[in-house]
C-alpha cells in the first residue's frame, strides 16, 4: 500500500512539474514577445497639419507637418535621432521665415523619450509644388539606445517587400 500511495504521489508532483515549466516556457516567450514589441514598435508618423492647394508664385509651396515619435514600452530610450527622408528636395522654414538650404533628409532629436510617451515636433517645410505627387514615399528612421545600452533603428512605414529590406 505504501508502495502505491509513493508511486500515485511521485506521479502528482511530476505533472505539477511539467506545468509548473510549461508555465515558465510561455511566461519567458511572453517577455521576449513583449520586449521585441516595445522595440519594434518604436514609432514615428507624420500628418500634414497645413497642405497647400495650390503653389505659390514661383512653384513651390509650404506644408506644415506634425511629427511624432512614440515609445510604447514601459522603459525609457535615449540618443533618440529621427532621420525624415523626403523623395525629393525640401527646405525647412524656421519660425522667423527664414528658408533652410535645401535637403533631402531633416533630423530631429531628444535626449530621453520615456516609456510610455510621445514626442513631437512641428515642421514647416517648402516642397517644390510639382513634386507633390512624390510626398507618399517619404519614411523615417528612428535610432535609439534601450535602458541596456543597445542600439535600435526602426524604419516607418515599414517595408513590405522582404526581399528589399
Not at 39 to 60: I, L, Q
Not at 97 to 126: F, Q
Request: aromatic residues 10%; charged residues 25%; positive net charge.
Amino acid at each position: 500500500m505504501n508502495d502505491l500511495v509513493a508511486i500515485a504521489s511521485a506521479s502528482i508532483a511530476a505533472v505539477g512539474l511539467f506545468f509548473a515549466g510549461w508555465q515558465l516556457l510561455l511566461l519567458n516567450r511572453n517577455a521576449t514577445y513583449e520586449r521585441r514589441v516595445a522595440y519594434d514598435g518604436v514609432v514615428v508618423s507624420w500628418r500634414p497639419v497645413e497642405a497647400p492647394d495650390h503653389p505659390n508664385h514661383d512653384g513651390a509651396a509650404e506644408w506644415l507637418y506634425e511629427l511624432t515619435v512614440n515609445n510604447p514600452g514601459r522603459l525609457p530610450i535615449d540618443h533618440v535621432v529621427v532621420r525624415w527622408v523626403f523623395p525629393c528636395l525640401v527646405q525647412r522654414v524656421r519660425g522667423s521665415g527664414v528658408l533652410d538650404a535645401p535637403v533631402a533628409e531633416l533630423t530631429l532629436g531628444t535626449p530621453v523619450l520615456a516609456g510610455g510617451n510621445s514626442r513631437k515636433w512641428r515642421r514647416r517645410v517648402r516642397i517644390d509644388f510639382g513634386q507633390r505627387g512624390t510626398l507618399p514615399d517619404t519614411f523615417a528612421k528612428i535610432r535609439y539606445m534601450d535602458i541596456d545600452g543597445n542600439e535600435h533603428c526602426n524604419r516607418w512605414p515599414r517595408r513590405t517587400d522582404r526581399a528589399r529590406q
